[in-house]
């Protein structure tokens, strides 16, 4: 069973700097992206990062020139390095990993959520 296993969250005041890491605890056969995604409270989830198994990243607007996101296909592992934070970044931060079936399909997996607070 595929548990997606997120670390590195934390406080952290304005202009700081936090990494994520997410990495599957289970096999999964064949990785197709990765990617991180946030929810702060009273608001919907949003997308803040994907990357391609070919290295491809997109950043949503907000982050661009704060955050990078990069992957480890060796380990399997995704990373959000996230720099020049701001108190507007304060959510809960998801990774998701999805899988290339063996039948084409896709299968997406979550992680549990990890805390960042960005508060002076």
């Known amino acids: 069973q595929v548990q997606l296993v997120e670390s590195g969250g934390g406080l952290v005041q304005p202009g700081g700097s936090l990494r994520l890491s997410c990495a599957p605890s289970g096999s999964i056969s064949s990785i197709d992206s990765m990617g991180w995604y946030r929810q702060a409270p009273g608001k919907q989830r949003e997308l803040v990062a994907t990357?391609?198994?070919?290295?491809?990243?997109n950043h949503a607007d907000s982050v661009k020139g704060r955050f990078t996101i990069s992957r480890d296909n060796a380990k399997n592992t995704v990373y959000l390095q996230m720099n020049s934070l701001k108190p507007e970044d304060t959510a809960v931060y998801y990774c998701?990993?999805?899988?290339?079936?063996?039948?084409?399909?896709?299968?997406?997996?979550w992680g549990q959520g990890t805390q960042v607070t960005v508060s002076s």
């Open positions: 998701q990993v999805t899988e290339s079936r063996w039948n084409g399909g896709l299968r997406t997996y």
């Open positions: 990357i391609t198994s070919g290295g491809s990243t």
